[in-house]
């Protein structure tokens, strides 16, 4: 090998991939690190605050944790009001993720516990305890970068049964596998740069709010009619035949994710106590007696209080199947006061 | 031990230091077959036992083929020798396949085998080396070449770690003459290499694998799908099937040239194609040009009439849809590839059908035209390729070809071209039609451009890679950053492997 001829392409190379690395690094600095967390999906940016949100100390106070559900259907002001009417001075803070389930709150628990409240109310609904293991991967990634490696790698062994490989090997990411995986954040960065600099929608002012405010619930602009209810219901259910949120006897992954979430906070003194959501009668009507049965079994099952409030409003207080209106959620907000004081005094 | 990994580079950079450090060229062949072997034990564990064993049974076999006395014996041996070669291809690849069609065809003859299926792995390359093997006995039966005296240096040829897993097809004779010198790293080798490992992972990594998520959504559940979507999911395969396949060529080729033992090169721009046969002279070469030796010709060619022309270029390229893999859809995709060629041969031997088709028109108006009409029939035949259930093959092609003008975006897959029909869709009429007759007119205009064609066609036959490669080193320096930089950016997550791994 001529070495005088040789060495310089060597050297080039390693140059090259020394330039394009930085490159790339001031790009994701300057572009994505810096970004607006409301650049990421809406979900994800709300899950990134609330990660956040956790890193303060919250002793005494009240977190409610769930889906959608949660988030149109409980007014964090107005239960404060309702607990301060009974001498009961709490924060309350709506933390409902859309599409949230035990499974996908797992990997946040260190972080939720770290911050100490003093009670966790979880408000599920059928669609949590079904067989869907779905899981928003990036909540996962974002969960564990904070972490040290000994803590991973413990979190992962309990978690092995919970989590497939793929999901593991996301939780266990090294910094530099996480500093390449930001390159899918360039496009979603890039784009509402060039959007920003036009005004921003109303919708998109609102959901600029919702990504940051856990005490606020998520209004919707429509209320459906109930012919629409119907129509929405018919075509998810084909027509009434199918029950969309089918619940077996067998403890599948998102009981487990359950049950190991009531352990985890009790173990850490953190009273939970559990609400089965209100959901509009029309989709209740479409939910099978066997799988009602083994929602309520289970629920029995996990030792903790646990409320039943799935056929408390008519469809009038829905803006659609599913979630609460202004009206429903006013009164719920309220219902939910007087669990929290019934459970915060008897607690004293 | 996949090309994009970091397994792999290290592999690559010991094997280059060490050829490097050993002058002799039967240490330096030793290590590249030790490393080949590494390198296919690390992709396929036990079955570097097959690979030895199919260098060993076709070397044996080329030196008895050579030493016969007698045409008889010649032939013989060759049989034999053929049969040894095909039976594990034709077990690992096809024994279920066969299994499926015996059972099969015994339920309507009101009696059922039920022969049970074999939990088999397909051995990664087995088609590829197999059919170097093969070629180094047949010419060496057709007196093309003289058997290798050296065992190591043919196991060397059946197993070089660059073309073993997913092709080129190599002939002995492009091969072996190279390890009769000492393998020297040479500048000009390591810039060729180097600029076509980047060119093919950025087209492997950055085209192919970005292309893969919107073809799956649609061929995953294709019939309720519409025309602009199934012709959107088509050309996406197309390209990414090309992409990916000459992207993993292009890096072999490029990890073959660092070492300085050169590789033939598999694909000539085939979506410039003007005819199918001439599609078959640029895409997947080797491939193409071992079937027309080795069983086209055999066949009889096109010596034997017309009619044998065709059938022999219709058995041919059944057995290259066969070589695919053992389903009914790469048959399909041969035989119509077949059928293409056929009607293409029966059609120019009427000189001047086409000037009859096409009357007085710009020699560039034409040669744009065949090259359209040429990829509309060779994207077709992707959706054979493509789309394994055949109910939903004759959906999507009925979707292609009786093209249903519905612009409806609504819960489309493709994301992002679902926007853009949905645009399309809410523009009136008349600036449909205004704006699809302006896009005409200018490429028109375009075409009948000399000047402008020139340069477009020059652009699009220039070989980038050579001219990347013979840059400067201040100006070569540019091209490895930028595509490092876009390999950076661009490359999904999640990458599926190589396409032509499963074949």
């Not at chain 1, 989590?163 to 890039?190: E, V």
């Not at chain 1, 084909?238 to 359950?258: C, H, M, Y």
């Not at chain 2, 050579?66 to 690849?93: C, D, E, M, V, W």
């Not at chain 2, 066609?457 to 980038?464: A, G, K, P, V």
């Amino acid at each position: 090998m001529k070495k005088d001829t040789t060495l310089p392409i060597f050297f080039t190379v390693v140059l090259s991939i020394g330039i394009a690395f930085f490159a790339y690094f001031l790009l994701i600095h300057f572009i994505v690190d810096s970004a607006p967390l409301q650049n990421l999906e809406p979900e994800l940016a709300r899950v990134t605050n609330l990660l956040n949100f956790y890193e303060q100390p919250h002793d005494q106070d009240i977190f409610i944790l769930g889906s959608s559900f949660v988030n149109e259907g409980i007014d964090a002001f107005i239960v404060e009001d309702s607990l301060k009417k009974q001498n009961i001075n709490r924060s309350v803070y709506i933390l409902g993720i859309n599409a949230d389930n035990p499974l996908n709150r797992v990997s946040e628990l260190d972080n939720l516990i770290a911050s100490r409240p003093k009670t966790v109310i979880i408000g599920l609904s059928y669609r949590d305890l079904t067989n869907n293991t779905k899981i928003y991967e990036e909540r996962l990634v974002l969960s564990f970068q904070g972490k040290k490696i000994d803590q991973r790698k413990q979190i992962q062994e309990e978690f092995q049964p919970v989590f497939n490989d793929d999901q593991i090997k996301l939780m266990s990411q090294s910094p530099f596998d996480r500093f390449l995986d930001k390159r899918k954040y360039l496009l979603p960065s890039i784009v509402p740069l060039l959007r920003r600099g036009l005004s921003l929608s109303d919708g998109e002012i609102r959901e600029d709010l919702f990504v940051t405010n856990f005490k606020d619930p998520w209004q919707h602009e429509i209320n459906m009619t109930e012919a629409e209810k119907i129509d929405i219901l018919k075509s998810s259910t084909k027509n009434f035949s199918e029950n969309v949120t089918p619940i077996f006897e067998d403890v599948n992954l998102q009981k487990k994710a359950l049950f190991y979430t009531i352990h985890r906070l009790q173990q850490n003194n953190i009273s939970v106590i559990i609400i089965n959501m209100p959901i509009n009668p029309l989709m209740s009507a479409v939910i099978n007696e066997s799988s009602r049965h083994n929602f309520s079994n289970f629920l029995n099952s996990t030792g903790v209080p646990w409320y039943d409030y799935e056929q408390e409003y008519p469809s009038e207080y829905f803006t659609d199947t599913d979630h609460l209106n202004i009206a429903g959620r006013t009164d719920f907000s309220s219902k939910v006061a007087i669990i929290l004081a019934e459970n915060l005094i008897k607690g004293e | 031990m996949q090309f994009n990994s970091i397994e792999f580079f290290i592999f690559l950079s010991t094997v280059l230091i060490l050829i490097n450090c050993l002058r002799k060229s039967h240490y330096q062949q030793a290590i590249l077959l030790g490393g080949s072997y590494v390198f296919y034990w690390s992709t396929s564990n036990y079955f570097v036992i097959l690979l030895l064993f199919i260098t060993i049974i076709s070397f044996q076999s080329g030196e008895v083929i050579y030493h016969a006395s007698n045409q008889i014996r010649k032939k013989t041996a060759l049989a034999i020798a053929l049969t040894g070669l095909l039976i594990p291809l034709g077990f690992f690849k096809y024994y279920n396949f066969g299994i499926e069609i015996v059972n099969q065809i015994t339920i309507p003859l009101h009696f059922s085998l039920n022969i049970p299926l074999l939990d088999l792995i397909l051995p990664i390359g087995i088609s590829f080396f197999t059919f170097s093997a093969i070629s180094y006995v047949v010419d060496i039966y057709r007196g093309t070449i003289q058997p290798e005296k050296i065992f190591y240096r043919y196991a060397l040829f059946v197993s070089y770690f660059p073309h073993l897993l997913s092709g080129p097809i190599v002939r002995a004779g492009q091969f072996l003459p190279q390890l009769k010198n000492q393998i020297s790293l040479s500048p000009d080798n390591l810039k060729t290499g180097v600029t076509l490992i980047l060119w093919g992972f950025v087209k492997k990594f950055v085209v192919a694998d970005n292309c893969a998520p919107f073809v799956n959504a649609i061929f995953i559940n294709p019939t309720s799908s519409t025309s602009v979507e199934i012709v959107i999911a088509t050309f996406l395969f197309g390209i990414q099937i090309y992409c990916d396949f000459s992207g993993y060529i292009d890096i072999a080729l490029g990890a073959a040239e660092l070492i300085g033992l050169h590789l033939p090169q598999n694909f000539f721009r085939p979506y410039l194609s003007k005819n199918p046969t001439e599609f078959w002279r640029r895409w997947n070469v080797t491939l193409s040009s071992f079937i027309r030796d080795y069983i086209y010709i055999p066949l009889g060619g096109n010596r034997k009439g017309a009619i044998r022309t065709y059938l022999n270029l219709e058995f041919s390229m059944l057995l290259c849809g066969l070589w695919h893999g053992a389903a009914w859809h790469f048959v399909i995709w041969g035989g119509y590839h077949g059928v293409l060629q056929s009607f293409y041969k029966f059609f120019t031997k009427r000189r001047g059908f086409f000037p009859k088709l096409l009357p007085p028109l710009n020699e560039n108006f034409r040669l744009f035209v065949k090259i359209l009409v040429t990829q509309y029939f060779i994207f077709l035949g992707w959706i054979m390729f493509r789309v394994g259930n055949l109910s939903d093959m004759i959906y999507c092609i009925n979707k292609y070809v009786l093209f249903d003008f519905n612009f409806s975006s609504q819960n489309s897959p493709l994301w992002g071209i679902s926007t853009i029909i949905g645009m399309i869709n809410g523009i009136g009429l008349y600036i449909k039609i205004t704006s699809v007759i302006t896009l005409v007119i200018a490429v028109i205009l375009i075409i009948h451009n000399d000047y402008l064609m020139k340069k477009i066609i020059r652009i699009l036959t220039t070989d980038w890679t050579q001219y990347f490669a013979s840059l400067p080193i201040r100006h070569w320096i540019a091209y490895l950053t930028i595509m490092i930089f876009i390999l950076l950016c661009c490359t999904p997550s999640a990458s599926p492997v190589f396409i032509y791994y499963q074949f």
